[in-house]
């Protein structure tokens, strides 16, 4: 128990679906993101919010949109996927020190999405 | 963003020391070098980050020289949970002081009765 929980677990969607993922972190973090894991390739880094703010949007498709509505909260929306969008999305916080990130961040356990 | 490299799969016996080197020859003078490990279906967990010379925790040492083109992780006496892939991370801060994570292909540990 990392103290970042996400929902659903799993998650199975069509193409023409529009669903939602959470994340929720219990550590008094200032920072959070989202990654995405594909089979056999390395974690992605999707998105970055520091302070609420979203500092970074690493060339992710538009059907990917995500919201932090306060330090504690991340959620990605998703529309209209693609099949090549199934994959292990994980979500992290952190604290941002401002001064030098230690890079330490907490991950949760990720959903497994498959889209149909 | 510094990018690493480090063996994709090593083998390894219960209760041996194991020694997993990472390069990285671009590392920038505010880059801090910081290991995960992942087991599959989970996110990675934090292991140890160190900036130079050397970093134990309870959980493993981490030896950097003076030069920092490299790190080594050392994990003593492993057991078969240790059987995950671990991850050299190289960075610092990006424009808002927040940590940006580039991950790589990790190494592949298996530990083996």
């Known amino acids: 128990e990392t103290g970042v929980t996400q929902t659903p677990r799993h998650l199975v969607m069509g193409m023409t679906n529009k669903k ?8 008094g973090h200032n920072a959070m993101y989202w990654y995405k894991q594909s089979a056999k390739k390395p974690l992605e880094l999707m998105f970055v919010y520091s302070l609420e703010e979203r500092v970074e949007n690493n060339s992710v498709p538009s059907r990917f949109s995500p919201e932090c509505p306060n330090s504690s909260h991340l959620f990605l929306h998703l529309h209209t996927l693609q099949p090549e969008d199934s994959a292990l999305y ?3 916080s952190s604290q941002d020190t401002g001064v ?4 330490e961040q907490y991950f949760g356990p990720g959903t497994r999405l498959t889209v149909t | 963003l510094a990018k690493t490299t480090q063996p994709i799969s090593m083998d390894s016996y219960e209760g041996q020391e194991v020694n997993i080197t990472c390069s990285h020859n671009n590392i920038a003078t505010n880059d801090y ?3 995960y490990q992942q087991f599959p279906s989970q996110g990675p967990r934090f292991i140890i980050q160190g900036y130079k010379t050397k970093v134990t925790n309870e959980v493993a040492s981490l030896f ?3 030069d920092r083109k490299s ?3 050392s994990l003593p006496r492993v057991s078969l949970s ?3 892939v671990y991850y050299c991370l190289v960075g610092g801060h990006g ?3 927040t940590g940006k994570l580039i991950f790589g292909q990790g190494t592949t540990l298996q530990v083996k009765p």
């Open chain 1, 20 to 27: 939602s993922l959470k994340c929720e972190q219990h550590l």
């Open chain 1, 90 to 92: 994980l979500c992290a």
């Open chain 1, 100 to 103: 030098v990130s230690p890079l």
């Open chain 2, 33 to 35: 070098i910081t290991w």
């Open chain 2, 64 to 66: 950097i020289p003076a």
């Open chain 2, 71 to 73: 790190s080594t992780l």
């Open chain 2, 82 to 84: 240790d059987t995950a």
């Open chain 2, 95 to 97: 424009s808002s002081n």
